[in-house]
C-alpha cells in the first residue's frame, strides 16, 4: 500500500474546502514579521526549547517544497531559521523532504564562506556558552568536509574565549582544529593552557597529549617514565592521534611513533581479541594503537623513521619485538625499492675503472660482477680450481669450505677497489652471516647454501630477509648464492634438498634459479639477488 501524500493527508483529515484555506495559511506565515530570528531559535536550541512557530514555518516550506513553488521568495531570515531547524531535526518529523528541503536552504543561505561563518556561529555559540553537553552543529562542524574550514576556525576562539565549555564539546572542538590540519592554531590553543588549573585529571592528561602532537620537543621533558606511572596515557594519546576507531594514525613523527612505543609496549603486552569484545580500553585496543604507531614508523622511508625503528628492534626483547623486526624488514623493503636504480653496463664499466664504490648499489653491482667471473673461471680455467670445491672421492665440500673458496678466488679482484670480505659477519639479533662484503660504512651480506642444506628452499626469505637486511650498512640489499653440485649420489649426503611441494625438482643451475626465484617472497625480489654457482663441471667423471 503506498503511503498517503501530506496534502492527501490534510484533505483526509479537514476535507477540500478547509485544506486549500490551510495551505494558503501556512504559505501566508513564512511572511509574518512577528517570527522569533535564527539566533532566537537557536538561543532556544542552548535552553532545550522549540518556538512554538517553527512548526507552521516548517510546513510551509515543505508544502512549497513539495509543490515546485520554490523558496528563494521566502524572506532570507526565515530560510535561515528553517535551515537551522533542518540540520537540528527538532521534533520534526523523519520524511526524506525535510533533508532535501535542509539542502535546498543551505544552497540559498550560505553563498560564501562568510556566509557558512556567521551562520554556524549564530547555531552554535549559544549552546557552548550555556555550558550545554550536547551541542547541536559540533558533529557536522568536525566530520562534514564543507564546514571543516569554518569549524577550525571558530573552534580556535571559542576554545581560546569560552571559559564554560564542557567536557564532550571541548573534545569535539579539539577534533575541529585537528581534522583541519590546524595544527598552529591547536599549539596556539595549548599555550594559552600553560596557566590553567585544570577541574579533573582527565582534563589535564587530554592537554597532555594535545601537548605531545604540538608541542613535542618542549613537552618531551616531562615524559619520562609516564608509561610505567600512567599506562591510562596511552587512551588519552589514541584518542588525539587516531580520531577514528582503527583509522588513520593523524600527524605522527617518528621521533613521537619511537617514544610511544618504547614508554607502552611494555606496560600494555601484545594482545589479540578472541572471540568478542566491548568497550574501547582494553588491552587489544592498545595494541591496535602500538600496532599502528609501529606501522607508521615502517611506512616512512626517511633515515629518522629507519634510525627509530632500529632502536626499537634492538631493545631488550618483549613481547613486540618480533612484530617491530617484521615491520623493519618491510621498511629496508620500502626504502631499496624507493631508492633502486638499476646500474646500467656503461655505469659498472666506468666503476670498475674509476674506483671504489659510491653507494650500496655500487658495492652490490661489484660483488655480483665478481661473483659472475669467479663461475666463469671456475668452468673454464686452465688451472682446474673448480675441484677445489670436490674431495678426491668425489663428494661436494661442506658449505664453509665451499664458501671459504669462493671467497679466496673473489676476494683479490675486491681489494683493488677496497672492498674487504669477511666470513661469519655480525649481523643484527646476534646473527651471522655467511660473508660480508665492505666498503666504508658499506656492507652487502652474502648467505651460501649448499643444494643439500634443508632450509636452502626458504633461506632466501627466513634467514638473509629477516635478519641480514634490516642491518642499517646494506640498505636492504643482499645476495643468496646457492652451490650447485647436480646430481650426487644419496649416500654423498649432498644431493639436492627436495623442493616444497607441488615444485618440480630442477635438472640444472639454471633450473635452480628460476626455481629458487619463485620461492622468493614477491615484496624481496627487488632487494635480493640470487646467485647459483654452478660446481657441477667438476664432478668425477663415471
Not at 477540500?16 to 517570527?35: K, M, N, P, Q, S
Not at 600496532?291 to 629518522?304: F, K, L, Y
Not at 623493503?333 to 653507494?359: C, H, I, V, W
Request: aromatic share 8%.
Amino acid at each position: 500500500m503506498q503511503p498517503i501524500q501530506p496534502v492527501e493527508r490534510i484533505l483526509y483529515w479537514l476535507g477540500a474546502e478547509l485544506a486549500g484555506d490551510i495551505l494558503t495559511a501556512l504559505d501566508a506565515v513564512l511572511y509574518r514579521l512577528d517570527l522569533p530570528s535564527a539566533d532566537d531559535v537557536a538561543a532556544g536550541f542552548a535552553d532545550d526549547m522549540i518556538w512554538h512557530y517553527s512548526y507552521p514555518i516548517m510546513a510551509g516550506l515543505l508544502a512549497r517544497y513539495r509543490s515546485g513553488a520554490g523558496i528563494r521568495d521566502v524572506p532570507l531570515e526565515v530560510r535561515r531559521t528553517a535551515l537551522l531547524l533542518c540540520l537540528n531535526n527538532r521534533g520534526l518529523s523523519g520524511d526524506e523532504d525535510v533533508e532535501r528541503l535542509g539542502d535546498s536552504l543551505e544552497q540559498s543561505v550560505i553563498v560564501s564562506e562568510h556566509d557558512r561563518l556567521t551562520f554556524a556561529r549564530a547555531w552554535i555559540e549559544p549552546s557552548l556558552e550555556k555550558g550545554v553537553s550536547n551541542v547541536p552543529g559540533l558533529y557536522r562542524l568536525v566530520h562534514d568536509q564543507t564546514w571543516r574550514k569554518v569549524g577550525a576556525t571558530l573552534a580556535e576562539e571559542w576554545l581560546t574565549r569560552i571559559n564554560k565549555l564542557c567536557k564532550r564539546a571541548e573534545v569535539s572542538l579539539v577534533e575541529c582544529l585537528i581534522r583541519a590540519n590546524a595544527f598552529e592554531a591547536l599549539e596556539s590553543v595549548a599555550t594559552a593552557r600553560d596557566s590553567v588549573i585544570f577541574e579533573d585529571e582527565d582534563d589535564l592528561l587530554m592537554w597532555l597529549a594535545i601537548d605531545v602532537l604540538v608541542r613535542f620537543e618542549r613537552t618531551l621533558p616531562h615524559l619520562d617514565g609516564i608509561g610505567a606511572e600512567r599506562p591510562e596515557f596511552i587512551w588519552c594519546l589514541r584518542d588525539i592521534f587516531q580520531p577514528e576507531r582503527h583509522g588513520a594514525l593523524i600527524r605522527l613523527s617518528a621521533a613521537q611513533a619511537a617514544w610511544a612505543v618504547t614508554e607502552f609496549r611494555r606496560c600494555w603486552p601484545y594482545a589479540i581479541l578472541v572471540g568478542s569484545g566491548t568497550g574501547t580500553k582494553n588491552d587489544y585496543d592498545a595494541t591496535d594503537f602500538l600496532t599502528a604507531v609501529i606501522n607508521r614508523i615502517a611506512s616512512d622511508t626517511g633515515p629518522e623513521a629507519a634510525e627509530a625503528i632500529r632502536e626499537l628492534s634492538a631493545a631488550e626483547p618483549d613481547s613486540y619485538t618480533q612484530f617491530i623486526q617484521h615491520m623493519a624488514a618491510a621498511q629496508v623493503q620500502k626504502r631499496a625499492e624507493a631508492e633502486f636504480s638499476p646500474l646500467a653496463p656503461s655505469d659498472l664499466a666506468r666503476l670498475l675503472k674509476d674506483g671504489s664504490p659510491a653507494n650500496t648499489d655500487d658495492l652490490k653491482a661489484l660483488v655480483l660482477e665478481e661473483l659472475g667471473v669467479a663461475q666463469a673461471k671456475l668452468i673454464g680455467d686452465d688451472i682446474d680450481q673448480i675441484r677445489d670445491f670436490w674431495t678426491d672421492a668425489g663428494v661436494p665440500r661442506d658449505e664453509n669450505r665451499c664458501r671459504d673458496r669462493l671467497a679466496a678466488i673473489i676476494g683479490p679482484e675486491l681489494d683493488k677497489y677496497g672492498v674487504h670480505r669477511i666470513t661469519e659477519a655480525d649481523m643484527p639479533k646476534t646473527k651471522r652471516a655467511d660473508l660480508a662484503f665492505a666498503y666504508g660504512t658499506l656492507q652487502i651480506p652474502m648467505e651460501v647454501k649448499g643444494q643439500w642444506h634443508s632450509e636452502v628452499w626458504r633461506a632466501a626469505g627466513d634467514q638473509l630477509g629477516r635478519n641480514y637486511l634490516i642491518d642499517w650498512r646494506s640498505e636492504g640489499r643482499g645476495v643468496y648464492c646457492v652451490l650447485w653440485f647436480g646430481d650426487v649420489p644419496s649416500k654423498t649426503g649432498r644431493r639436492l634438498q627436495q623442493p616444497p611441494t607441488g615444485i618440480k625438482a630442477p635438472n640444472s643451475a639454471d633450473d635452480m634459479h628460476t626455481t629458487l626465484t619463485s620461492q622468493i617472497p614477491e615484496e624481496r625480489r627487488s632487494m635480493i639477488d640470487l646467485v647459483v654457482l654452478d660446481l657441477s663441471a667438476g664432478a668425477p667423471k663415471s
